[in-house]
Each structure stands twice: as structure tokens, then as C-alpha cells.
């Protein structure tokens, strides 16, 4: 019996290795999944983001860690499994894929979806649908554009991680087609307190035009229409900046600056040197991808270019000395934008932001900021209240003259001009001031509205995102209670009937906040604020009824 079972178990392992010899001997085996067995673990893997690996901290040059044994350029692309490189520094955390060479992640650390304790880090790379990545290569075949973004590339960087001590590294990304003269190398460079990377692409074997992406909606957190602002692609050439998003595609001709994709507080944006044209593409419903593209030198000669991902931060786009700082519009009003208002709303966010760094907190830097603009125009306020109450007084003298001299217009007009002269009322005295300050509330509107400094910041109590309304409409309703204490006190020439109208205009403008972002609901409830107790200092201490005020309410003999 124990013969049996010896005999039994002999044979029984003779089958099951001789099976998978003989498979192998036939070229029936399965290579690719006994190649993955023995592969090393995939470089990141079982480790914390960004913690370099044994290899990483024995050597300061090594290849990224390969699926399989690692193949020369001059190998078959195939010999090499698909593998992600990360980069990480205190500012984002990306990855880089070797197929195509493109980027496939990235993470800004320092900006959260939403105010929630667990929420990801938001990410520029646009996640659904199956896309060229960033940095993809566009060549005018459309075979040898399959083969750049389709091969697996050799990947070897200098670096482990970025930091102070290691403040640059460079990943290169090296593709040699099998039986070819194509040859394909791209550069990255990484500093880690930039959002900058430093991108040289060299050819071998392709001539005519060649063009590198940046990804579709690469740089697009969120599509929203908003008020103000540009979404989706903007291209600066010369000194236009085009911002439309065509039907289908557009190619756009000229001296290239940039070229960008973005939303209201972030943007992915290219900036090439030696491109000569942009084409901006519409991929479906809110769907848009960029590409520059370049002339490939006879000589060889590397393609260089910046890319940008990151925050639409005013400092930090002006210190690329590109004009990429007018992506964040602080010139619009109403229909357009303009200077005058753009030219006010620097100094405006300057100041803003030199509060914020003394107070820590937006909220209080806007409230504080409305005082001293209130302070500011103080006296523009004094002349026109008082412009307002004077205009008031010789009211009952307007109704009688309009009433005397109603069927004659040239009569009345020389009455009420004669009127006025006496009285030394000037009836556009109330109105002018408030013209003049038009250009700096429009300014601040705009950069409470536009910069990213507001997005997720928060004040006080319940307000914990000055950039989203206030969600128990608190702020809103004691705006709408104030502007209703304001119009009651403010002096007007209005009939009683036109009077009860406006009254509707306090609940019009309520209803009208309840979707604007608090930081705005808050600066326009302080200025109300301030108004009323102006008003209030104004009639009990600084005011003086003229003289003529008796004599306006006789009727006159």
C-alpha cells in the first residue's frame, strides 16, 4: 500500500513539471504572466507616496523601477511592462507614465476639493474618457503619432525626492523605434518650489511639424459658467489673447506666448519658444485639448517649452513674465473689461492681501479693507448726501414749477435752473460722487470674486468658504435688512408711489445674494453697514440745514 502512494505521488509531480516543460518546449506557455512573477515590485508600490525606495537611497541616478528586465531603446518597445514614475515636492505630486512618456497624474497637495477634513487633493489630470495624456506627441502621420504615444519608453531619473536640499531633478524619457531611425527623448525638469517644469524634447527620424499636447482638460478642476473669468482654452498670440472654444477644431496662426486650458482658480498651460501655431480642439461637452506646435529644425536641436499646473495665483503667474496673470480677469464690467477697473483692482488685492497677512483670516481683511475705502471716499459721501437732502428741500418748490409751467419745457427748464442757481443745489451733486467710486467697487467685486486666496477660506462661525454663498443665508438676509435701513434713511426727491416701489428693491437684491459667494455678500453687508452709521454721524453731528429749508416749505407767494 505504501508502495502504491510512493508510485503515486512520483508520478503525479512528473505530470504537473513535465506539463509546463513540455508547454515552454512548444511555445504554448503562458511568458507574460510567468515574466510577472518574477518581476520586482513596481516602484511606489507597499511604500508612502514619495518615500524613496532601497534602490532610490543607494544610488542618486537610477532607472525607474522596470516590470521586467529592462530593455535598451533599441529593443523592441514590448520587452518593457508599462510603469508609472513619481514625482513629488511640497507643491504637487505627479506621475509619469512610460507609455507615450505623458503625464497620468497631478496632484496639488495644498488645494482639497472641498472643506471637508478627508477631501483628495485636487487634481488636474482629467480622469474619464480615454485621452492623449499630457505631453502626448502629435506627428502629421497619423501611424508614427500612434507609435510615439503607444510605446513604452526607458525611463531614468537623478532623484529620489525634491526638496531644499534636493531643490532640482530631471526625469528623461528615451523611445528608439525597433528597426527605425525614429527616436524620440524627452527631458522634464522638476524644481521643487515651482510649478514650472522644464520640458526639451529631441527627434530623430521625423521631419515637418511636430506637436506636443497638454492633455484634455488638463488644468479643468471644474467647468462652471461663471460670472466673470475665462474657462476651458486660451491661447495668447502677439499680444490677443483668444479665448473661444470652437465647433469641432481650430488651428490658430502667429507668435506664440502661451497656450492653456483653465478654469476660474486653476489652469495647465504651455509655454513654448519657437511654436507656430496652437490647435485648440473641442473633444465633446465641456471637453476641450491644446496642442502647440513646432517646426523641426534641419540641425538637431531640442523642442523646449514650460509647462505650468497649478494655481491662479496673481504673484505667481506675473513671475513667468508671460502676461498669464490677465487669465485672472480683474478689468471685467458688465459687457467688457477695462483698464481703468483693472487698474484699481491690483492695488485693491495688494492691500488685501497685506491685511491677510497681519489678521490670518480673508473675513476679517475685507471687512477691514471696506472700512478704510468707506474712510476714503467719506467726503465723496458727505457732498453727495447732502447734495441729496439739499435737492430734497426745494422739492415742494420743483412740484409747484413743474406744475405751474407744465405746457411750456423751455420755461420750466430756465425756472428750474434759476431755482437751483438761488439755492446753489446742484442736481447731479448726489449722483457724481457715486460715479466716481463705480470703479472701485467694480474692482473689488472682481477680486472677491476671481482670486483663489478666497476659494475655501474661512471667517467666522458658520463661514468656513468665502468663495461658495453662505449655506443658512444668514449673511445675505442682514445685507437685505440693511439695504432696507439705508433707502429708509437716505433723503430722496422720489413721489410716495415711486418711493413704495424701491422698497421692492431690498427683497430684489436678497434673493439676487443668496448665490454670491459670501466673501462679496460680506464686503456689500459692511458697506451697508457703514453707510447707515455715516448717515447716522452725518445728521446728528456734522449736517447743517441750509437756510432756505423754512422757506421751501411755504408755499410761495
Not at 506666448?257 to 519658444?273: E, I, N, R
Not at 501655431?277 to 491644446?290: D, H, I, M, T, Y
Given at each position: 500500500?505504501e508502495k502504491r502512494?510512493?508510485?503515486?505521488?512520483i508520478?503525479?509531480?512528473?505530470?504537473l513539471?513535465?506539463?509546463?516543460y513540455?508547454?515552454r518546449?512548444l511555445?504554448?506557455a503562458p511568458?507574460?504572466?510567468?515574466?510577472a512573477?518574477q518581476?520586482p515590485?513596481?516602484?511606489?508600490?507597499g511604500?508612502k507616496?514619495g518615500?524613496?525606495?532601497?534602490?532610490?537611497?543607494?544610488?542618486?541616478?537610477?532607472?525607474a523601477?522596470?516590470a521586467?528586465?529592462?530593455?535598451?531603446?533599441?529593443e523592441s518597445?514590448?520587452a518593457?511592462?508599462e510603469?508609472?514614475?513619481?514625482?513629488v515636492t511640497?507643491?504637487?505630486?505627479?506621475?509619469?507614465?512610460?507609455?507615450g512618456?505623458v503625464?497620468?497624474?497631478?496632484?496639488?497637495?495644498?488645494y482639497?476639493l472641498t472643506?471637508?477634513?478627508d477631501s483628495?487633493?485636487?487634481q488636474?489630470?482629467y480622469?474619464e474618457g480615454s485621452f492623449?495624456g499630457?505631453?502626448s506627441?502629435?506627428?502629421?502621420?497619423e501611424?508614427?503619432?500612434?507609435?510615439?504615444?503607444e510605446s513604452?519608453?526607458?525611463v531614468?531619473r537623478?532623484?529620489?525626492?525634491?526638496?531644499a536640499?534636493?531643490?532640482?531633478g530631471?526625469v528623461t524619457?528615451?523611445?528608439q523605434?525597433?528597426?527605425?531611425?525614429?527616436?524620440v527623448?524627452?527631458?522634464?525638469?522638476f524644481?521643487h518650489?515651482?510649478y514650472?517644469?522644464?520640458?526639451?524634447i529631441?527627434t530623430?527620424g521625423?521631419?515637418?511639424?511636430?506637436?506636443?499636447?497638454?492633455?484634455?482638460?488638463?488644468?479643468i478642476?471644474?467647468?462652471?459658467?461663471?460670472l466673470i473669468?475665462?474657462?476651458g482654452p486660451?491661447s495668447?498670440?502677439g499680444d490677443?489673447?483668444e479665448?473661444?472654444?470652437?465647433?469641432?477644431?481650430?488651428?490658430?496662426?502667429?507668435d506664440?506666448?502661451?497656450?492653456?486650458?483653465q478654469?476660474?482658480?486653476?489652469?495647465?498651460v504651455?509655454?513654448?519658444?519657437?511654436a507656430?501655431?496652437?490647435?485648440?480642439?473641442?473633444?465633446?461637452?465641456?471637453?476641450?485639448?491644446?496642442?502647440?506646435?513646432?517646426?523641426i529644425?534641419?540641425?538637431?536641436a531640442?523642442?523646449?517649452?514650460?509647462?505650468?499646473a497649478?494655481?491662479?495665483?496673481?504673484?505667481?503667474l506675473?513671475?513667468?513674465?508671460?502676461?498669464l496673470?490677465?487669465t485672472i480677469d480683474?478689468g471685467?464690467?458688465i459687457?467688457?473689461?477695462w483698464?481703468?477697473?483693472?487698474?484699481?483692482?491690483?492695488?485693491?488685492f495688494?492691500?488685501?492681501?497685506f491685511?491677510h497677512?497681519?489678521?490670518?483670516?480673508?473675513g476679517?481683511?475685507?471687512?477691514?479693507?471696506?472700512?478704510?475705502?468707506?474712510?476714503?471716499?467719506?467726503p465723496?459721501?458727505?457732498?453727495?448726501?447732502?447734495s441729496?437732502?439739499?435737492?430734497?428741500l426745494?422739492?415742494?418748490?420743483?412740484?409747484?414749477?413743474?406744475s405751474?409751467?407744465?405746457?411750456?419745457?423751455?420755461?420750466l427748464?430756465?425756472?428750474?435752473i434759476?431755482?437751483?442757481?438761488d439755492?446753489?443745489?446742484?442736481?447731479?451733486?448726489?449722483?457724481?460722487?457715486?460715479?466716481?467710486?463705480?470703479?472701485?467697487?467694480v474692482a473689488?467685486f472682481n477680486?472677491?470674486y476671481?482670486?483663489?486666496e478666497?476659494r475655501?477660506a474661512?471667517?467666522l462661525l458658520?463661514?468656513?468658504?468665502?468663495s461658495?454663498?453662505d449655506?443658512?443665508y444668514?449673511?445675505p438676509i442682514?445685507?437685505g435688512?440693511t439695504?432696507m435701513?439705508q433707502?429708509?434713511i437716505t433723503p430722496?426727491?422720489?413721489?410716495p408711489?415711486?418711493?413704495?416701489?424701491?422698497l421692492?428693491?431690498p427683497a430684489?437684491?436678497t434673493?439676487?445674494?443668496?448665490n454670491?459667494a459670501?466673501g462679496?455678500?460680506l464686503?456689500?453687508?459692511?458697506?451697508n453697514l457703514?453707510t447707515i452709521?455715516q448717515?447716522f454721524?452725518t445728521?446728528?453731528?456734522?449736517?447743517?440745514q441750509?437756510t432756505?429749508?423754512?422757506?421751501?416749505?411755504?408755499?410761495?407767494?
Amino acid at each position: 500500500m505504501e508502495k502504491r502512494v510512493i508510485i503515486f505521488l512520483i508520478l503525479s509531480l512528473t505530470i504537473l513539471v513535465g506539463y509546463e516543460y513540455l508547454l515552454r518546449e512548444l511555445g504554448l506557455a503562458p511568458q507574460a504572466t510567468q515574466e510577472a512573477d518574477q518581476r520586482p515590485p513596481v516602484e511606489g508600490a507597499g511604500k508612502k507616496p514619495g518615500a524613496p525606495g532601497p534602490a532610490e537611497k543607494a544610488a542618486p541616478r537610477t532607472a525607474a523601477a522596470p516590470a521586467a528586465p529592462v530593455a535598451r531603446p533599441s529593443e523592441s518597445p514590448g520587452a518593457v511592462a508599462e510603469e508609472t514614475t513619481e514625482v513629488v515636492t511640497d507643491l504637487y505630486r505627479a506621475k509619469i507614465s512610460n507609455r507615450g512618456g505623458v503625464i497620468r497624474n497631478w496632484e496639488l497637495p495644498r488645494y482639497r476639493l472641498t472643506t471637508e477634513r478627508d477631501s483628495p487633493p485636487v487634481q488636474l489630470v482629467y480622469k474619464e474618457g480615454s485621452f492623449p495624456g499630457t505631453l502626448s506627441l502629435h506627428a502629421g502621420d497619423e501611424a508614427l503619432t500612434k507609435l510615439l504615444n503607444e510605446s513604452l519608453y526607458h525611463v531614468e531619473r537623478d532623484f529620489s525626492r525634491l526638496d531644499a536640499s534636493h531643490p532640482t531633478g530631471r526625469v528623461t524619457l528615451t523611445f528608439q523605434a525597433p528597426g527605425s531611425p525614429v527616436r524620440v527623448e524627452k527631458e522634464l525638469t522638476f524644481h521643487h518650489d515651482s510649478y514650472v517644469v522644464d520640458v526639451s524634447i529631441k527627434t530623430e527620424g521625423i521631419t515637418g511639424t511636430l506637436g506636443t499636447g497638454l492633455g484634455t482638460n488638463f488644468g479643468i478642476v471644474e467647468w462652471t459658467e461663471g460670472l466673470i473669468g475665462l474657462i476651458g482654452p486660451a491661447s495668447r498670440i502677439g499680444d490677443k489673447v483668444e479665448k473661444d472654444l470652437p465647433d469641432t477644431e481650430e488651428e490658430l496662426k502667429g507668435d506664440i506666448t502661451w497656450a492653456a486650458l483653465q478654469d476660474k482658480y486653476f489652469m495647465g498651460v504651455m509655454l513654448p519658444t519657437g511654436a507656430t501655431s496652437v490647435l485648440v480642439r473641442k473633444e465633446g461637452e465641456r471637453l476641450a485639448s491644446v496642442q502647440v506646435r513646432f517646426p523641426i529644425p534641419a540641425a538637431p536641436a531640442p523642442i523646449a517649452l514650460r509647462l505650468y499646473a497649478g494655481p491662479k495665483q496673481f504673484g505667481t503667474l506675473k513671475a513667468l513674465d508671460a502676461g498669464l496673470e490677465d487669465t485672472i480677469d480683474f478689468g471685467w464690467f458688465i459687457f467688457g473689461s477695462w483698464d481703468m477697473v483693472k487698474a484699481v483692482a491690483k492695488p485693491l488685492f495688494s492691500v488685501l492681501q497685506f491685511l491677510h497677512e497681519y489678521t490670518q483670516n480673508y473675513g476679517i481683511a475685507i471687512v477691514l479693507l471696506t472700512v478704510g475705502i468707506k474712510l476714503l471716499f467719506a467726503p465723496l459721501q458727505y457732498k453727495s448726501y447732502k447734495s441729496m437732502k439739499e435737492m430734497a428741500l426745494v422739492q415742494p418748490k420743483v412740484l409747484a414749477l413743474q406744475s405751474k409751467f407744465k405746457d411750456d419745457r423751455d420755461r420750466l427748464n430756465k425756472e428750474l435752473i434759476k431755482l437751483y442757481r438761488d439755492h446753489k443745489v446742484n442736481p447731479v451733486g448726489g449722483c457724481l460722487p457715486m460715479l466716481l467710486q463705480m470703479p472701485v467697487f467694480v474692482a473689488l467685486f472682481n477680486v472677491l470674486y476671481m482670486t483663489i486666496e478666497l476659494r475655501q477660506a474661512p471667517f467666522l462661525l458658520w463661514v468656513t468658504d468665502l468663495s461658495v454663498p453662505d449655506p443658512y443665508y444668514v449673511l445675505p438676509i442682514l445685507m437685505g435688512v440693511t439695504m432696507m435701513i439705508q433707502q429708509k434713511i437716505t433723503p430722496t426727491t422720489m413721489d410716495p408711489v415711486q418711493a413704495k416701489m424701491m422698497l421692492l428693491l431690498p427683497a430684489f437684491m436678497t434673493l439676487l445674494f443668496l448665490n454670491f459667494a459670501s466673501g462679496l455678500v460680506l464686503y456689500w453687508f459692511t458697506n451697508n453697514l457703514l453707510t447707515i452709521v455715516q448717515q447716522f454721524v452725518t445728521d446728528r453731528y456734522i449736517y447743517k440745514q441750509p437756510t432756505f429749508a423754512t422757506a421751501a416749505s411755504q408755499p410761495e407767494t
